[in-house]
């Protein structure tokens, strides 16, 4: 069965930086694109972007460019996420996405990256 | 910010029917873009609940179902059980932003 599963919670402190891996299974991982999705405390879905998994070429969204870096090791079926300079609102819970075109069929678990000195 | 409108909250009692809407614009639904919702369990990730505007992936109950109209869809839920109470989120694709998928605002679904 699909399973995407990333890695778990981070404490950091503002200006570090930190890498999240969402590992995929159960499928072909160079067959779907994978996306990320950012969540902050009680709040809403917010797409970051997506990354294609047979030419590793990231797509970043607008507010998401420069601090925010995907990146792929095809060889363990996992995709990653770091972000640099972490600041207080980077605080929020992030999650891989599998791309089924357009929409996304298969979720991790979510990763919460907590930012605070 | 969100370019998909939604009501932020809706109730109703067991058994009864509710809507979600999901008011978008001439660059996301508008533009014939699918629309998809998402159910979000307390403390847990987002699972897919109707994709393509009104097909449900294998395992989700026919209680809920989706159609698009225009600039806006709508999520409904029959038969209400104590289990929808959950966040549900619209999502589509908005060609004006360089291409980008969208989210909508989010809705609180409670069951009273």
């Known amino acids: 069965q699909v399973q995407l599963v990333q890695s778990g919670s981070e404490l950091k402190k503002p200006g570090a930086s930190v890498k999240v891996s969402c590992k995929a299974s159960g499928y072909t991982f160079t067959s779907y694109a994978m996306n990320w999705v950012r969540q902050a405390p009680g709040q809403g879905l917010e797409w970051m972007g997506w990354i294609n998994t047979n030419t590793g070429n990231p797509t970043y969204a607008q507010g998401f460019t420069g601090r925010f870096v995907f990146s792929l090791d095809t060889s363990v079926s996992t995709a990653y996420l770091q972000i640099s300079s972490l600041k207080a609102e980077d605080t929020a819970v992030y999650y891989c996405?599998?791309?089924?075109?357009?929409?996304?069929?298969?979720w991790g678990q979510g990763t919460l990256v907590t930012v605070s000195s | 910010q969100s370019v998909l409108t939604q009501p932020p909250s809706v109730s109703g009692a067991p058994g009864q029917r509710v809507t979600i809407s999901c008011t978008g614009s001439s660059s996301n639904i508008g533009a014939g873009y699918d629309v998809h919702w998402y159910q979000q369990l307390p403390g847990t990730a987002p699972k897919l609940l109707i994709y393509?505007?009104?097909n449900r992936p294998s395992g989700v109950p026919d209680r809920f179902s989706g159609s698009k109209s225009g600039t806006s869809a709508s999520l409904a839920i029959t038969g209400l059980q104590a289990e929808d109470e959950a966040d549900y989120y619209c999502q589509s694709y908005d060609s004006s932003l360089s291409g980008c998928y969208v989210f909508g605002t989010g809705t609180k679904v409670t069951v009273l």
């Open positions: 393509g505007n009104s």
């Open positions: 996405a599998r791309d089924l075109g357009r929409c996304f069929d298969y």
